[in-house]
C-alpha cells in the first residue's frame, strides 16, 4: 500500500475528544524509547509527523494522523517510563486503557517491541491485558538494523517461546528498522488487507 498523504489531526487528552466519524484507526503504543515516533514518521514518509527527540516519554496525548483521507495512524503515549511521577503515570494508564477500552474505530493495536532486549515483564503484562480484553493486536519489533542476523533471530525465538507458555497462537509479528526501512512494506500492506475488507 502506498501512503500518499498523512496529516495531523489533532491531540485529545480522552478517547471522548478523539476525531468523530467511523474511519479505521491503527494505533502504536509501546515502552518508551521503543522508537515509536521514528516508526510513524518512516511509515508515512514524513520525518516530522510524529514528535522524536532523545528524551523518553515525549507523546503525552492521543495524536491522530489521517492517512489518505480514509484511515487514521493514532499515536499514544508510551507506558513504563519511570521518570514521570505516579501520579502522571496513573494519568496516561486511564489515557490509553480509555482509549483502547472506549474506542469503537479502533481496527488493530501495533504494540511496539525493542528487539534487542529480553522479554520484559511490562510489555508481556500489557500483551496478557490486550488478549484478555479482545482487543485485536499485532507485535512490531524496532530496531531491528541494532542487532546481526544471528542476534536477531535468537531474540525473536526468544519471545516467541516466551508467549506460547500462556498463548495458544501467536498474534502477527512485524520485524522493522525506521533507519533502513526494512518491513516497512509488509506493515502497510497488512493495513491494507485489513482495510479490504472494512470496505
Same mark, same amino acid.
Given at each position: 500500500?502506498?501512503?500518499?498523504?498523512?496529516?495531523?489531526? =489533532?491531540?485529545?487528552? =480522552?478517547?471522548?475528544?478523539?476525531?468523530?466519524?467511523?474511519?479505521?484507526?491503527?494505533?502504536?503504543?509501546?515502552?518508551?524509547?521503543?522508537? =515509536?515516533?521514528?516508526?510513524? +514518521?518512516?511509515?508515512?514518509?514524513?520525518?516530522?509527523?510524529?514528535?522524536?527527540? +532523545?528524551?523518553?516519554? =515525549?507523546?503525552?496525548? $492521543?495524536?491522530?494522523?489521517?492517512?489518505?483521507?480514509?484511515?487514521?495512524?493514532?499515536?499514544?503515549?508510551?507506558?513504563?517510563?519511570?521518570? &514521570?511521577?505516579?501520579?502522571?503515570?496513573?494519568?496516561? +494508564? &486511564?489515557?490509553?486503557?480509555?482509549?483502547?477500552?472506549?474506542? /469503537?474505530?479502533?481496527?488493530?493495536?501495533? $504494540?511496539?517491541?525493542?528487539?534487542?532486549?529480553?522479554?520484559?515483564?511490562?510489555?508481556?503484562?500489557? $500483551?496478557?491485558?490486550?488478549?484478555?480484553?479482545?482487543?485485536?493486536? /499485532?507485535?512490531?519489533?524496532?530496531?531491528?538494523?541494532?542487532?546481526?542476523?544471528?542476534?536477531?533471530?535468537?531474540?525473536?525465538?526468544?519471545?516467541?517461546?516466551?508467549?506460547?507458555?500462556?498463548?495458544?497462537?501467536?498474534?502477527?509479528?512485524?520485524?522493522?528498522?525506521?533507519? /533502513?526501512?526494512?518491513?516497512?512494506?509488509?506493515?502497510?500492506?497488512?493495513?491494507?488487507?485489513?482495510?479490504?475488507?472494512?470496505?
Amino acid at each position: 500500500m502506498q501512503i500518499d498523504s498523512a496529516n495531523f489531526v =489533532k491531540s485529545s487528552n =480522552k478517547a471522548t475528544e478523539c476525531p468523530e466519524g467511523n474511519l479505521p484507526e491503527y494505533a502504536f503504543i509501546g515502552r518508551s524509547n521503543v522508537g =515509536k515516533s521514528s516508526l510513524i +514518521n518512516m511509515l508515512t514518509g514524513r520525518k516530522k509527523l510524529a514528535l522524536t527527540g +532523545n528524551t523518553p516519554g =515525549k507523546t503525552v496525548l $492521543i495524536n491522530h494522523f489521517l492517512i489518505n483521507n480514509s484511515w487514521y495512524i493514532v499515536d499514544l503515549p508510551g507506558y513504563g517510563y519511570a521518570k &514521570r511521577s505516579k501520579q502522571q503515570r496513573e494519568s496516561f +494508564n &486511564r489515557l490509553i486503557k480509555g482509549y483502547l477500552l472506549q474506542r /469503537s474505530q479502533l481496527t488493530n493495536l501495533f $504494540i511496539l517491541i525493542d528487539s534487542r532486549h529480553e522479554p520484559q515483564p511490562i510489555d508481556l503484562q500489557f $500483551i496478557e491485558e490486550m488478549g484478555s480484553e479482545g482487543i485485536p493486536f /499485532s507485535l512490531v519489533f524496532t530496531k531491528i538494523d541494532k542487532l546481526s542476523k544471528q542476534k536477531l533471530a535468537h531474540s525473536i525465538e526468544t519471545y516467541k517461546s516466551t508467549l506460547l507458555q500462556t498463548w495458544e497462537e501467536l498474534p502477527p509479528l512485524f520485524f522493522i528498522s525506521s533507519v /533502513s526501512g526494512e518491513g516497512r512494506e509488509k506493515l502497510l500492506d497488512y493495513i491494507g488487507e485489513i482495510n479490504a475488507t472494512l470496505s
